[in-house]
């Protein structure tokens, strides 16, 4: 079965500083990988995803994301944190068909003025 | 993307009650899911919500706790029958158009019971 993990549960950086976060999967087949933000009393909002093709994809936001095959990884990045970034942030494993999501636990994202 | 609404977007409820949950799409979609989310967590999928047929529900997950429905294919609700404390959670509807499309989320129902 398919599952995701986010090492880390919480990050703190300032504004203006680089930002990575990390995802790692477990699936059988070649993944399709998601990340979603959730801000403060909102529901999730999807950054960016990844199906095929070029490893590194462009998000919205300024966020991209890097799929390397051999780590089994899909770290979120952006190179300038800004203020309303802060939020939660969940990364997630799916199937072709939009079914069988699984999330992982999310980080926490604080972010310094 | 779709456009997801849902209803309401927050209530407090009293112990042994039950609240439906209404989601709204603005366009037809494929697969309409529920989810779950505990203070603190991360997204639990209750159940995926078929049109004209009983919705598939997931492990720990049963229909006469959350009976759903989806009479089309823009619309589905969720009912959570005799509420407890441990049902306070955010309950969030999402959907899928098509395949290799990523699942877009409404703003959820924060539920709270005394």
């Known amino acids: 079965a398919q599952s995701v993990t986010q090492p880390d549960i919480h990050i703190t950086v300032s504004e203006g500083a680089s930002l990575e976060l990390r995802c790692n999967y477990s699936?059988?087949?070649?993944?399709?990988l998601f990340w979603y933000v959730q801000s403060p009393g909102q529901g999730l909002q999807l950054l960016l995803k990844?199906?095929?093709?070029?490893?590194l994809v462009q998000g919205i936001k300024g966020f991209e994301a890097e799929f390397k095959r051999s780590q089994s990884s899909f770290n979120l990045r952006k190179p300038s944190v800004h203020w309303s970034d802060a939020a939660e942030y969940f990364c997630?494993?799916?199937?072709?068909?939009?079914?069988?999501?699984?999330f992982g636990p999310g980080t926490r994202l604080s972010v310094l003025p | 993307s779709a456009v997801i609404s849902q209803k309401p977007s927050r209530d407090i409820c009293q112990r042994g009650t039950s609240l439906t949950i209404q989601c709204q799409v603005d366009?037809?979609?494929?697969?309409m899911f529920w989810y779950r989310q505990q203070p603190g967590q991360s997204l639990t999928l209750i159940a995926t919500?078929?049109?004209?047929?009983?919705?598939?529900?997931e492990s720990g997950f049963v229909i006469d706790k959350f009976p759903i429905s989806r009479p089309n294919l823009t619309f589905s609700t969720l009912t959570v029958s005799n509420m407890s404390p441990e049902d306070s959670s955010i309950y969030l509807c999402?959907?899928?158009?098509?395949?290799?499309?990523?699942?877009?989320f409404g703003d959820g129902t924060r539920l709270s019971i005394l």
């Open positions: 919500a078929n049109q004209g047929s009983e919705a598939t529900y």
């Open positions: 366009s037809q979609v494929t697969m």
């Open positions: 990844y199906f095929s093709g070029d490893t």
């Open positions: 997630a494993v799916g199937e072709p068909s939009g079914q069988n999501f699984v």
């Open positions: 999402s959907v899928s158009g098509a395949r290799n499309q990523p699942q877009h």
């Open positions: 699936y059988g087949a070649t993944p399709y």
